[in-house]
């Protein structure tokens, strides 16, 4: 821990002029929110397994508008080094990130000066194989969709296959995900459509609605709960 601050330190005494010296001026001090990421993820951290404890990816460090402005005048050089610390302290505590690491500098209207908070999320990156790419017309047709995060996937019958492998039709690359974890069919009788998920043998299983299931029918506006990664299930006036 006191090697990596010392190291974080050590590199910004390089770059600190200009713009990035009136930042240390701020009441909030670079060292402050280095140390408050590292408590985020201790504190954040999820078992996986005996070996592998999972930590969120993604961070927004929420700071008074006077103590933004003056960070962010640093420009990337901030970000970058908060970034390495991060990925230093993962790394020496043999931690698995979610997926790709993002840190963001947030300006929070409410909080006074000198005062900040950090909230972390993980959020995995969803790939979907060329099989299941639709073009646009093909996408207005879709009786239901899949929304991840901010991303709506169009389910069509019979359906896809979720998962972190590349056999996957869905890759989602979430460690808390088996290589085929789940399977989300569609069933169209041409009077009315159903959709099913079925867990497909994986690690830590499929929560539908808050529920631990192996196979089970998902109404519209269910959330199912594979490994730290929600899915939202919604019909289309279509497929309703």
């Known amino acids: 821990m006191a090697g990596a601050f010392q190291r974080f330190e050590q590199r910004l005494e390089g770059v600190v002029t200009g713009a990035f010296a009136r930042a240390f001026r701020s009441e909030v001090q670079p060292v402050e929110i280095a140390a408050a990421l590292q408590r985020e993820i201790d504190n954040s951290a999820q078992i996986l397994s005996r070996d592998r404890r999972l930590v969120p990816n993604d961070f927004n460090v929420e700071l008074s508008p006077s103590d933004h402005e003056r960070l ?29 690491l993002s840190i963001a500098l947030v300006e929070a209207p409410e909080l006074a000066t000198g005062r900040y908070r950090v909230r972390s999320r993980t959020n995995a990156s969803v790939r979907p194989t060329q099989a299941v790419r639709l073009n646009e017309e093909a996408a207005r047709e879709a009786e239901a969709f899949l929304e991840i995060g901010d991303l709506r996937h169009p389910l069509t019958a019979p359906g896809l296959v979720i998962g972190r492998g590349s056999e996957s039709d869905l890759r989602i690359d979430d460690p808390g995900i088996s290589r085929r974890h789940c399977e989300i069919t569609l069933h169209d009788t041409g009077e009315s459509v ?29 959330e199912i709960r594979l490994g730290n990664t929600t899915i939202m299930v919604r019909l289309t006036e279509k497929g309703a």
Do not use: C, F, K, M
């Open 72 to 100: 962010v005048s640093a420009g990337p050089i901030l970000i970058d080094e908060l970034s390495t610390l991060v990925r230093d302290h993962v790394r020496e505590q043999r931690y698995t990130l979610a997926g790709g």
């Open 194 to 222: 159903r959709v099913d998920v079925t867990d497909l043998d994986s690690t830590n299983g499929v929560v539908l609605n808050g529920r631990r299931v192996s196979t089970a029918p998902v109404p519209d506006g269910s």
